[in-house]
């Protein structure tokens, strides 16, 4: 067995305050100069965690994205979905993967929040632009089942600048998306992609012959933006 003090794990401190956050700590008194010493906010929390040790390298990543889905799902309960965008700054992108997931949660509150969320994410000044993390995780959502979550990738790359230009190919790919939306979407961002948005000018244009009106017009108002 180890000999290093329990609050020093890794895993024994994040099960403590998980455990202590919901009143969950069956023995109280017993533990309490243990609970004194636990993190008052999850800044406080990201600070003391950063000493804490491990035996299995990658678990540190483990538990910090756990912790993170148990504070954003306590702020979606909660109703507080400004809250769970502020988590995102020091979440290194997890909270949006975190977020896609509890969108597709079968509990149709928690996942009517975590849309509510993306929204303001994927939305302008919802994501640092210089934020490669989140931009990386909003990638993995364009090829994501879920018509939504491939619609809040594009906006959210196309609100990030030339860190989203980086992955203007992966945009252009959904303009054969099976979804109009998606489709009239990765167009429209597209266009406001510069150089890079240009180089898939001919892919835009094959949308001009959409029976879809409103995919229509956005290749054409994509076009005239290039």
């Not at 390298?57 to 799902?73: F, K």
């Not at 959210?156 to 860190?163: D, S």
Request: hydrophobic share 45%; glycine share 8%.
């Amino acid at each position: 067995a180890s000999s290093r003090p329990y609050l020093e794990r890794g895993w024994c401190y994040f099960e403590l305050c998980v455990a202590a956050e919901h009143e969950r700590v069956v023995n109280p008194d017993g533990v309490e100069e243990l609970l004194n010493a636990l993190p008052k906010s999850p800044e406080d929390f990201l600070e003391k965690f950063s000493t804490k040790k491990f035996t299995s390298r990658g678990d540190r990543h483990v538990v910090m994205t756990q912790y993170l889905d148990v504070l954003i799902q306590g702020a979606l309960y909660a109703d507080d979905v400004e809250n769970v965008t502020s988590l995102g700054k020091f979440a290194d992108g997890a909270h949006i993967g975190i977020l896609a997931e509890l969108f597709k949660s079968n509990d149709s509150v928690l996942a009517d929040r975590a849309a509510k969320a993306l929204n303001i994410v994927a939305g302008a000044g919802g994501i640092s632009k210089d934020d490669t993390s989140c931009a990386d995780e909003f990638m993995k959502l364009l090829h994501d089942n879920h018509v939504f979550l491939r619609i809040k990738a594009v906006e959210a790359l196309g609100h990030m600048g030339t860190i989203g230009e980086a992955y203007a190919s992966d945009v252009a790919r959904l303009l054969g998306d099976i979804s109009e939306e998606v489709r009239a979407i990765a167009a429209k961002v597209l266009g406001h992609m510069g150089i890079a948005g240009v180089a898939h000018a001919g892919e835009v244009a094959s949308l001009l012959i959409s029976s879809h009106d409103f995919v229509h017009a956005s290749a054409e108002e994509a076009l005239k933006n290039m």
